[in-house]
């Protein structure tokens, strides 16, 4: 029995106690640079899997504006179901993810190749800080 994707979400960091619960740091969903072309460290893309029954494998991708061109491809993560009560949560961690320019870069979640989830990352540039009002009190 084919999973459903429960979450999909993107975060600087992921640690998981000592009980088994994921603690998830820095959620987001836009990106801010002062220019481009920008160099991110650390792009961590947490799902988890429920309803399903099997052994999968999960494909993360991200897409440049375009829609189509592949900015980056994650490795094959297997997705393992013992039934449709249990649940799979895995997170894959991007290094180093080259931005050319702003815009709306693609989430994509696969699962045995079919596409579960699309979801945008904006990236934009950052409006520079106004100086300081510089006028002088009479």
Do not use: H
Not at 60 to 89: F, M, W, Y
Not at 110 to 134: E, G, S, T
């Amino acid at each position: 029995m084919i999973p459903d994707l429960q979450a999909s979400v993107m975060c600087d960091d992921v640690r998981q106690e000592m009980n088994g619960k994921f603690m998830l740091i820095g959620l987001f969903e836009v990106i801010t640079a002062q220019q481009f072309p920008l160099m991110f460290p650390r792009i961590c893309v947490v799902t988890r899997w429920c309803g399903g029954e099997g052994a999968f494998q999960q494909m993360t991708r991200l897409l440049k504006p375009d829609q189509s061109t592949v900015l980056v491809k994650g490795q094959s993560i297997p997705v393992r179901l013992q039934n449709a009560e249990a649940t799979a949560t895995n997170v894959e961690v991007f290094i180093n993810t080259g931005f050319e320019q702003p815009g709306a870069y693609w989430v994509e979640i696969l699962l045995d190749d079919d596409l579960k989830l699309r979801y945008p990352l904006r990236v934009a540039l950052m409006n520079p800080a106004k100086p300081a009002d510089q006028t002088l009190m009479k």
